[in-house]
């Protein structure tokens, strides 16, 4: 875990946890996130301001940690702390600094939608994660916190991939380089850049969602991909809004995932016909999300999808955000 790395690439440095050290009990809010970013795949992800999950967190005077309440889960997730991403991976990390003697009672506010693609499982690790290291008074860099949260991403989908649980954790736009070392580089990007979320309701679970994506892939497929994967970073660092929106194709995960979303490509015309400068699927999916120049295109877009959702008896929920620079946040 010493080979953990996190190179920072941003105006400011991270913001160190604040608020909190050394109480009792704790509340935390930790952000949702669009994951591959339409071309980069398991490596490209970015925080927004909502929605979110909340966690409050109360040390107890008995060993081992309960889940006493969760909200907003429609009973969907489990109260067993052995089954739980947010209790597992907080275990991993007291196992890790040597405070198994701690006890600890959990609640989990679900904020946003499960199974959104938006990283509704991320987001409450993170919070459970931030919530005990702000606890403890740990001063060690949040990349430590990393391959905890990651081992919670393995239980909620089968793979621990971090494109959604970095950008959770330390906000911003991010980029995993490398998973063995851990390798972590968090990017500039432009300040003006919105972003535009469209939630169908519909089921798209993230285990059936990896399955169907292609084994085997053509050599020409792989360099339109690199190409468009660098014409992303360039254009972030250049501040170069254009560059991000012509880069952003996905020529290996979307045309099968699509398949998947009703209407995803009359979605991504309405949207580009709005004015939007990209469009593609947030995580596996079903939300999709269009990267806009300013706040009043990113309302047009969602407005417009979701009426045409609506029409085909879908319904929707939509958010407006810039990239969320915070990251997770003690409230």
């Known amino acids: 875990m010493e080979d953990n790395k996190l190179q920072e690439f941003a105006p400011s440095p991270l913001a160190p946890p604040s608020g909190g050290r050394g109480g009792e009990s704790i509340r935390v809010f930790a952000p949702a996130t669009v994951a591959n970013v339409v071309c980069g795949f398991d490596v490209l992800g970015f925080a927004v301001d909502e929605p979110g999950d909340e966690v409050i967190m109360r040390i107890t005077n008995k ?28 275990q991993h990390y007291l196992q890790s600094v040597g405070r198994t003697d701690i006890g600890l009672d959990i609640e989990l506010h679900k904020k946003m939608p499960i199974g959104s693609g938006l990283g509704s499982s991320s987001a409450s690790t993170v919070a459970g994660l931030f919530a005990i290291k702000t606890l403890l008074g740990d001063d060690a860099d949040p990349i430590k916190l990393l ?16 494109d959604n649980v970095a950008p959770a954790l330390f906000g911003g736009f991010v980029l995993i380089r490398s998973y063995e070392p851990l390798d972590v580089v968090r990017l500039p990007h432009p300040k003006d850049l919105w ?24 050599m020409k497929d792989a360099v339109t991909q690199w190409g468009n994967i660098a014409g992303l970073v360039s254009g972030l660092f250049m501040q170069d809004i254009d ?28 949207a580009m016909e709005l004015g939007a400068v990209s469009f593609g699927i947030s995580g596996s999916g079903p939300s999709v999300f ?42």
Do not use: W
Not at 68 to 90: C, W, Y
Not at 299 to 323: E, M, P
């Open 243 to 270: 560059l991000i929106g012509r880069s952003m194709k996905d020529v290996l995960v979307e045309p099968v995932r699509s398949m998947l979303i009703p209407d995803f490509y009359k979605m991504r015309e309405m």
């Open 195 to 218: 972003c535009a979320i469209v939630f169908p309701d519909v089921d798209v679970p993230t285990r059936e969602a990896r399955q169907i994506i292609r084994k085997n892939i053509q």
């Open 147 to 162: 391959p905890f949260a990651m081992k919670g991403e393995e239980m909620a989908c089968g793979h621990g991939h971090a």
């Open 290 to 331: 269009a990267f806009t120049k300013n706040e009043a295109t990113a309302r047009a877009i969602t407005q417009k999808l979701q009426q045409h959702l609506t029409g085909l008896k879908i319904g929707s929920n939509s958010y407006v955000s810039t990239i969320n620079d915070a990251g997770p946040k003690v409230l």
């Open 63 to 90: 060993p081992g940690i309960t889940i006493s309440k969760i909200t907003g889960d429609d009973g969907r997730l489990p109260l067993d702390p052995a089954k739980n991403t947010v209790s597992v991976s907080v």
